[in-house]
């Protein structure tokens, strides 16, 4: 996803090398990249994601801006923030299936009508150039757990 693309280095290679599919997870950032949370206190206050560090203090600063330049590309293509995003991963290939989680069928419409976006060669650039590789600020997990990803 846009929000995690450690993958793009190791995993989807040789996933297609061998011909399996790599399903997304998460690919919405765990409602990150839905530009639904301003700032760490829009979420309920029981909420795990308080935990993880991307949603923490300057990273949840930073990260915000990488959600502020994707709303201004998904603004002018008439889509939500989350729709560009499920979209941008859409291209990436028929072997990667995205599957963003969500509680209310509302939601669920909505994101599959990223299915109708289409992105040219522009806006997947602007969208590079707006999350590249690496830019997320802070660790997916605490540091305690972020010894069981990717392995």
């Not at 990150?32 to 990273?59: H, I």
């Amino acid at each position: 996803s846009l929000w995690t693309r450690d993958p793009e280095k190791d995993v989807l290679p040789v996933c297609r090398e061998l011909g399996i599919a790599l399903v997304a997870y998460s690919p919405l950032g765990r409602g990150f990249l839905t530009g639904a949370f301003k700032n760490p206190d829009d979420l309920p206050k029981n909420d795990f994601r308080r935990s993880l560090p991307r949603f923490q203090g300057e990273n949840f600063k930073r990260n915000f801006q990488i959600v502020e330049k994707l709303k201004e590309i998904a603004s002018e293509k008439g889509c939500t923030t989350a729709q560009l995003a499920l979209a941008w991963l859409l291209t990436r290939g028929e072997d990667i299936i995205p599957i963003p989680g969500t509680k209310r069928k509302e939601r669920l419409r909505e994101n599959l009508k990223a299915l109708e976006i289409h992105l040219n060669a522009n806006d997947l650039e602007r969208i590079e150039n707006a999350a590249p590789q690496g830019i997320a600020a802070g660790a997916r997990y605490p540091e305690a757990t972020m010894h069981t990803v990717n392995r």
